[in-house]
């Protein structure tokens, strides 16, 4: 089964010979990109509230079981087999607060999030939102972000979370990333090489209230946005405290490097200007 967009709820759907007689009918109308049309996702709450898994598979029977709070056993990847409360749904309606987020209830108990195969959503808003306890996330390179066009809250209030690696995150059609990190207190270290924010529309907050950040990587294709954002929805990082160890500013490539910064304005404004040298 193919589809114009795998993720988008009024994309047109086709079995191949559908497509073929379509296209060959109307080639000028039917023209874009096609790709696979990816089973239903769901997540499942399981392990007395301290386990959340991002899955997709191919089973109807599921649509009535989502989103009843009722104990459910679902198979995954053929052989897995997980017990919980089954949620649905979000991957074509996203959340719009932090209060629409379907597992809320269990957000102070759920200390790792993983994902067992491909998981892809319009939005990955308030996805972790005020997940206090959450401590592991596996396998995050199964979310794709390709088509997520917000990602504000998603990790807010993470405060047990202390490495995040995001380097094969792609982001290129996001245009809010407010307080995406906010409130991640223990985060030391965050990778986002292959972030894309040139369609940023607000990026307040970004990073606030992580107080511990001390490294992170950014890629070519990131932007402070310093050209087109006012500066109250730039993303500014947080600056390093001042101590006998540190100099309370950044550096890049190690703790000596060169240049360095010494306010997150001056960071921002750097690296908007020449990725490469800053």
Do not use: H
């Amino acid at each position: 089964v193919n589809a114009l967009d795998s993720v988008d709820p009024q994309a047109d759907v086709y079995t191949p010979t559908q497509l073929r007689d379509a296209f060959d009918a109307d080639p000028e109308n039917m023209a874009g990109t096609y790709m696979w049309q990816l089973n239903s996702g769901y997540a499942i709450v399981s392990d007395n509230g301290r386990t959340l898994t991002f899955f997709r598979v191919e089973d109807e029977t599921l649509e009535d079981k989502m989103n009843t709070y009722d104990l459910v056993t679902v198979k995954i990847n053929g052989e897995e087999e997980i017990t919980g409360v089954l949620f649905g749904g979000f991957e074509k309606e996203g959340f719009a607060t932090a209060d629409d987020q379907k597992w809320y209830r269990y957000r102070n108990t759920i200390e790792k999030v993983r994902f067992a195969n491909t998981t892809m959503s319009i939005s990955t808003a308030y996805w972790f939102y005020g997940m206090s306890n959450l401590r592991t996330i596996e396998n995050i390179t199964a979310l794709d972000t390709s088509v997520s066009q917000s990602m504000t809250s998603m990790f807010d209030g993470c405060s047990k979370l202390t490495s995040l690696n995001l380097s094969a995150m792609r982001t290129g059609r996001c245009t809010d990333f407010s307080r995406m990190f906010a409130g991640c207190s223990s985060l030391t270290s965050l990778g986002m090489s292959a972030f894309d924010t040139r369609n940023a529309t607000d990026m307040t907050q970004m990073f606030d209230g992580m107080a511990k950040l001390s490294s992170v990587t950014l890629g070519p294709l990131w932007s402070f946005c310093s050209d087109t954002l006012t500066t109250d929805q730039l993303a500014l990082l947080p600056m390093p405290a001042k101590t006998t160890e540190y100099s309370g500013k950044w550096a890049k490539g190690n703790p000596d490097g060169e240049p360095q910064y010494a306010t997150a304005q001056a960071l921002a404004f750097g690296y908007d200007e020449d990725p490469a040298a800053a």
